[in-house]
Structures are given as C-alpha cells and as structure tokens.
C-alpha cells in the first residue's frame, strides 16, 4: 500500500445546488496534507431530508473518532 495517514476530520451536513442533503469530511489541524488540501463527499440516499442527515451526523460523531486515508497500491 502506498501513503498512509491517520487523523481527526470534521463532519458538516451541506446541501447541493440541486437543494439534496451530503455530508462532508474535511481534514483538521495538520491532517489538511492528508487529502491534498481536499475532503470527502459522503452521498445520501435519495429521499434523505437535510434533518434526516443532521440526525445522521449527530450519530456518526457519537461512534467514529477519526479516519485512515490510503493512497496508492
């Protein structure tokens, strides 16, 4: 496996131009290099309400506690 990096992301609900809930992760503090100045786009299924994902990130923040980029093969 190529790079690997460890570290904290920041999770926001977002809406798209065409009004449809996401949910982004954007890397903290150092770990900004990790993605290359970028950040993860996670797509709701259709149907999802902006409250339903706000619901949604309020219950991931209670479990997940960071995140793993690997890059490379």
């Known amino acids: 496996m190529g790079l690997t990096g460890q570290g ?10 065409e009004g449809k809930p996401f949910l982004m992760l954007e890397p903290t503090g ?7 100045g970028g ?23 209670k479990h997940i506690t960071g995140a793993t980029i690997a890059k490379g093969g």
Do not use: D, P, S
């Open 39 to 61: 950040h993860i786009v996670l797509t709701l299924r259709e149907g999802t309400t902006f409250a339903g994902a706000q619901t949604l990130a309020i219950e991931m923040k």
């Open 8 to 17: 904290n992301f920041y999770l926001t609900v977002k809406e798209g131009l």
């Open 30 to 36: 150092a770990n900004k290099e990790l993605l290359e």
